[in-house]
């Protein structure tokens, strides 16, 4: 999934355990969309202070485990964001790549072992 959703299931407990091919972002401090989409992103999309703290995964709980799976030249979330997350919470776990961004798309290896990962979880949780 999606780092951000991956990351918010997780958070919740709504999973017994998320990988995200994408890294979670910090709707607080995330810049890229501002330079990307105009200064006003956040209000085309209506996501207004309030809603960016609360959807925002450095700043909820993460209660399952969650393995971020982030390129090391990402270009739109940079790695520090993730590395922060990971660092905050002991079900965090950073596994940096080489690539950027979209770097599973080259490398179908990353998704192989992100998917043995999860299922070493599923095994965990149903035992």
């Known amino acids: 999934a999606g780092g951000t959703l991956a990351a918010l299931l997780a958070g919740d407990g709504l999973v017994a355990g998320a990988a995200a091919k994408a890294p979670p972002t910090d709707l607080v401090g995330w810049d890229w969309p501002l330079g990307t989409y105009g200064p006003d992103y956040y209000e085309q999309i209506g996501a207004d202070p309030a809603a960016r703290y609360r959807l925002s995964p450095l700043r909820r709980p993460a209660r399952r485990p969650l393995l971020l799976v982030q390129g090391r030249l ?4 940079p790695l520090t964001m993730s ?4 660092t905050k919470f002991p079900r965090v776990h ?3 790549v080489p690539g950027g961004h979209h770097t599973e798309r080259a490398r179908p290896w990353v998704l192989q072992r992100t998917l043995g990962w999860l299922g070493e979880i599923a095994h965990l949780e149903a035992s």
């Not at 990402?74 to 979330?77: F, K, L, P, Q």
């Not at 590395?83 to 990971?86: I, P, V």
């Open 94 to 96: 950073l596994w940096a």
């Open 83 to 86: 590395e922060a997350y990971d």
């Open 74 to 77: 990402d270009r739109v979330v």
